[in-house]
């Protein structure tokens, strides 16, 4: 990243209270700002569709019978 984006970028990863996150922006090879931002916009949006999935609206299928 070049001194102002690494510096963004500093601040990003350090703000970043998943650990699992900071991490995987920290393994990251020539991260850039926009990399950094999309890698975190990726994360949120995934949390969001797991969220989605584990709501009790959610059908639950209790048996598979095959059609044989």
């Keep these: 990243m070049r001194s ?6 500093d ?3 350090c703000g970043i ?3 699992a996150l900071k991490e ?3 393994r990251e090879k020539d991260l850039t700002l926009s ?3 999309q890698i975190c916009r990726v994360a949120e949006t995934t949390r969001s569709q797991m969220k ?3 709501t ?3 059908v639950s ?3 598979v019978y095959s059609a044989q």
């Design 4 to 9: 102002q984006d690494s510096l963004i970028g």
């Design 52 to 54: 989605e999935l584990q």
């Design 56 to 58: 009790d609206d959610v």
């Design 11 to 13: 601040r990003i990863i």
């Design 35 to 37: 990399k950094a931002v």
């Design 17 to 19: 209270p998943e650990n």
């Design 61 to 63: 299928v209790h048996a």
């Design 24 to 26: 995987r922006q920290q």
